[in-house]
């Protein structure tokens, strides 16, 4: 069994900053991408920051400059850093991680629960 759980949501001015993070635990033998998602009410879930296993990133435009994903392989976490935010940041920030499990020869896609980011003033 593999869980995945996020913390450092909050409630934070426009122009604020945070840090989330994700940790993977269970019988995990590898963790290949991991990334972050997030969800806006009335809105599709989107991809805002992947990195790869050699750590490589990506962002959505809109992060671009604002955000900064990074790994801790030995922790088995995966950050995300948060600065200049703006109202519309505000969503739900979801975890998502590519995890072989000990035993099996293949990866699944594995979700956190989610942290709640509100930009407001």
């Known amino acids: 069994q593999v869980q995945l759980v996020e913390s450092g949501g909050g409630l934070v001015q426009p122009g604020g900053s945070l840090r989330l993070s994700c940790t993977a635990s269970?019988?995990?033998?590898?963790?290949?991408?991991m990334a972050w998602y997030r969800q806006a009410p009335g809105k599709q879930r989107e991809l805002v920051a992947h990195?790869?296993?050699?750590?490589?990133?990506n962002y959505v435009n809109s992060v671009k400059g604002r955000f900064s994903i990074s790994r801790d392989n030995a922790k088995n976490t995966v950050y995300l850093k948060l600065t200049n935010l703006k109202p519309e940041d505000t969503a739900v920030y979801y975890c998502?991680?590519?995890?072989?499990?000990?035993?099996?020869?293949?990866?699944?896609?594995?979700w956190g629960k989610g942290t709640l980011v509100t930009v407001s003033s």
């Open positions: 998502n991680a590519e995890i072989r499990v000990s035993g099996v020869h293949y990866s699944m896609s594995y």
């Open positions: 990195i790869s296993s050699g750590g490589s990133t």
């Open positions: 269970g019988n995990i033998f590898s963790i290949n991408a």
